[in-house]
């Protein structure tokens, strides 16, 4: 993991442990989990300090609570789930301060081996403001901390950087996958690396456009923000996603990278933002009153020529409106090239994502980051403050 501490490189036996997980869940109207791939993420890491004779305390936020105790969103759910996974008692510390006397006597209980996981990290008005008692509070739980929450690297909060200044801070297996996968596929890749983007603006992935082009052999550019980039090439864009004050932009861009940039030759039109509403591909100019939703079978084509002979692929955001069956198929096609390359795949970014698994082909591609977020500030080559903040080796 790059130049930075993990829980191997530290003694954890018979030490208490405070571990940073993202245990962000998403839980149906009754309370029931909907969806535990973040659960199982965090096993290895529990898993291993388990095995290693520490007393495992575990934390993280769940949703926005907004600083007070919000029952809907306690971490109790977890704790059960937690317990079956690992085939062992998960003591839930109910406890609206978080860090109060409930949390502190099961502390307190703790053999080796054992594990606690304490109440939503958020119910702490202190949280998200770093502040820096209760960061203090938490670290006087433990005597190491293991970050494994890689969903909220990019922010500096309580529970993931503020406690770093009061004991030994170090990566869990999550969080070190993470940067290995994301460090090397942009600073260290096997070339050539293309990248794909896409997405809904080039105003919110500016700086990510700014940082790969100075890595990648090719940029393919689709999604809405592909409009804005047909009008720097002079075409009309109808009613198609504009940002019209980053036209400019996107010329200059165009003529620094030269032909490093690919962008669509063709789209898929519609009268309505509706699946079921009126398409048809043009090519060139989109006509007035109609909308770009997808990316054309031409550009399909050119971009999987593009694809095939990529040894390193990382892709944020979809070719198209994928949320409506009928516009999805540029995401699912490239989602399809990119299951069958031989090459390695890297797959950030909220709904990007949510498009691979919505098609099928999550487990075909070499790493799905767990972090929508913090994995665009990775793409945009910023330090993230959950990654600084861990022991340089
Ligand atoms: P990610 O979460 O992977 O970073 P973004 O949030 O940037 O991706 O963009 C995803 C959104 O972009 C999706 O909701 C998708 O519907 C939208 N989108 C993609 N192409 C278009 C388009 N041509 N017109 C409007 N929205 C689009
Ligand atoms: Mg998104």
């Known amino acids: 993991m790059l130049n930075k501490k993990t829980v191997e490189d530290v003694e954890v036996a018979g030490k208490k442990v405070l571990v940073r997980c993202d245990f962000n869940v998403p839980l149906d109207e009754n309370g029931n989990i909907t969806d535990e ?28 609570p907004k600083g007070e105790p919000v029952p809907s969103m306690s ?14 008692e998960v003591v839930f510390a109910a406890d609206d301060n978080v860090v109060g006397e409930n949390a502190k006597a099961a502390v307190q209980a703790m053999k080796d081996g054992d594990v606690v996981l ?19 509070e938490l670290a006087s739980l433990a005597e190491v901390f293991v970050d494994d929450a890689f969903g909220t690297a990019h922010r500096a909060h309580c529970s993931n950087v503020g406690v770093s200044k009061y004991i030994p801070a170090v990566g869990g297996y999550l969080i070190q996958k993470e940067i290995e996968f994301l460090g090397n ?17 080039v105003s919110s992935k500016i700086s990510v456009i700014e940082n790969l082009l100075k890595k990648v052999d090719k940029l393919i550019i689709g999604g809405g923000m592909a409009y804005t980039f047909f009008a720097a090439q002079g075409k009309t864009t109808g009613t ?20 490093k940039i690919i962008l669509p030759v063709d789209a898929v039109i519609a009268e309505k933002f509706e699946n079921d509403a009126p398409s048809q591909v043009v090519e060139g100019n989109i006509p007035e009153g109609w909308m770009g939703l997808d990316i054309g079978p031409k550009s399909v084509e050119l971009f999987k020529s593009v694809l095939s002979d990529a040894k390193t692929v990382v892709w944020n955001g979809p070719m198209g409106v994928f949320e409506m069956p009928n516009f ?15 090459a390695v795949t890297v797959i950030g970014g909220g709904d990007s994502v949510a498009a691979v698994n919505q098609a099928g082909l999550g487990d075909k591609m070499t790493h799905i980051s767990t972090g929508g977020g913090a ?8 330090e993230l403050p959950g990654i600084a903040c861990l022991e340089d080796k």
Do not use: W
Request: glycine content about 8%; aromatic content about 4%; hydrophobic content about 40%.
């Open 240 to 259: 198609s996603l504009l940002e019209a004050d980053y036209i400019d932009y996107a010329k200059k861009m165009l003529d620094e990278a030269g032909d």
């Open 185 to 201: 596929a942009v600073n260290a890749p096997v070339r050539p690396l293309v990248a794909v983007l896409g997405g809904s603006k």
């Open 37 to 64: 791939t973040r659960i199982v993420g965090a096993l290895p890491t529990i898993q291993y300090l388990v095995n290693n004779g520490a007393k495992v305390i575990l934390c993280s936020h769940m949703g926005k």
């Open 328 to 342: 999805a198929k540029g995401t699912n096609e490239i989602a399809a090239k990119l299951a069958e390359l031989d």
């Open 75 to 88: 971490l109790a759910p977890v704790a059960k789930s937690l317990s079956e996974k690992l085939g062992k």
């Open 118 to 136: 304490l109440e939503n990290t958020r119910y702490r008005k202190e949280e998200t403001k770093n502040v820096d008692e209760f960061s203090q």
């Open 375 to 382: 994995s665009l500030e990775f793409l945009e080559g910023k």
